[in-house]
T-cell receptor, first 113, second 112 residues
Framework: NAGVMQNPRHLVRRRGQEARLRCSPM?????VYWYRQLPEEGLKFMVY????????ESGMPKERFSAEFPKEGPSILRIQQVVRGDSAAYFC???????????FGPGTRLTVT | EDKVVQSPLSLVVHEGDTVTLNCSYE??????LLWYKQEKKAPTFLFML????IEKKSGRLSSILDKKELFSILNITATQTGDSAIYLC????????????FGKGTHLIIQP
């Protein structure tokens, strides 16, 4: 049973470009969470999705950030018009139910130059 | 706002030592507390605790929760260099957002 997959593992974008981060949950998991980890900071919750629905986006910045989890395919975290402050590691996690332990992917390290 | 504080922030010990990592929390509607180990990549799940006083154990690692005093400890006995990692504590809020609230982690270094 493959774990949570994320790609790309590393992404470099210039200021103003768009970043697309992908996450495929573990097989059988329909709940996906996105977290951001800044240097010297803990993981911060961004958004929680189930298939085709955003359940909670209370941790997501109001502008430039969006997330989706379509019926088919991976979940996508999209950052438009990136700025240097968006440089961070973005982790995706999945769970079989909407509570309890979450299983994390290897993360995408976004660097904005 | 839910809050998790871990201590110490970093710890250096010698192989074979026993370590205790601390996690205190504030959460409006407690559902569970979780421990993760993070090396260079994905945080890997260690334990989930929901009840006070019941120790969870996995090999040399063990953890216990005190819901009255709002803290948990993670013990590692007979440490090995492979235990070097960042240990993350998180709480799950049963009444609001379903994301976990994490502490900043304890950076543990085991010297040979």
């Amino acid at each position: 049973n493959a774990g949570v997959m994320q790609n790309p593992r590393h992404l470099v974008r210039r200021r103003g470009q768009e970043a697309r981060l992908r996450c495929s949950p573990m097989k059988g998991h329909s709940h996906v969470y996105w977290y951001r980890q800044l240097p010297e900071e803990g993981l911060k919750f961004m958004v929680y999705l189930q298939k085709e629905n955003i359940i909670d986006e209370s941790g997501m910045p109001k502008e430039r950030f969006s997330a989706e989890f379509p019926k088919e395919g991976p979940s996508i975290l999209r950052i438009q018009q990136v700025v240097r402050g968006d440089s961070a590691a973005y982790f995706c996690a999945s769970s079989p139910q909407g509570q309890g332990e979450q299983y994390f992917g290897p993360g995408t390290r976004l660097t904005v130059t | 706002e839910d809050k998790v504080v871990q201590s110490p922030l970093s710890l250096v010990v010698h192989e074979g030592d026993t370590v205790t990592l601390n996690c205190s929390y504030e959460v409006t509607n407690f559902r569970s507390l979780l421990w993760y180990k993070q090396e260079k990549k994905a945080p890997t799940f260690l334990f989930m605790l929901t009840s006070s006083g019941i120790e969870k154990k996995s090999g040399r690692l063990s953890s216990i929760l005190d819901k009255k005093e709002l803290f948990s400890i993670l013990n590692i006995t007979a440490t090995q260099t492979g235990d070097s990692a960042i240990y993350l504590c998180a709480v799950e809020n049963g009444g609001g957002a379903d994301g976990l609230t994490f502490g900043k982690g304890t950076h543990l270094i085991i010297q040979p």
